[in-house]
């Protein structure tokens, strides 16, 4: 029987020495799945590497594209399947990962079918101020219509948008 995969973690490659001379430093390294990838830290520089470790593990996950019924498929992946095929269209990237941010750090851990007119108004009051939580909600509303049009999920989902606010005047 096979030995069981390690996950992904950090190792301290020693100096190498070739001649008498050091032909390259002590250096943190990310071993996963048998591969070496480079982290750039210094063997004094623990904290940087652990957070290219955190960075790496983060890369790695893909949510999985496939057929589910809504209340098996978090929010989360939604809103990454989204992100990861839309960023490049949108105006100002800054923005629009602010918005996702938001909304997943509320949203994240709740199925899709957990989100009813109770836990949109709840956002709105959460955020605070209702333009921007209907901005950040009409987002969630795209990341989810997304998602149904291709294909990925079965049964609807609905998002609740506050009214609109009336246009400063200046």
Known sequence: MPRPRKRARLWLRPERVRGGKIVSAAAWIILDGG???????????VGSAEQRLAEHIAEK?????RLKDIEEINVADVMSIYVEDTAARQGSLVRFKGRIRRLTKFFGKMTLSEITGETCRAYVAARGRPGGARRDLEDLLSAIGYHNAEGLHRGSVRVVLPERVEARIR
């Open 35 to 45: 591969k070496h990838f480079a982290t750039g830290c210094a063997a004094d520089e």
């Open 61 to 65: 996950y893909q949510p999985k594209r």
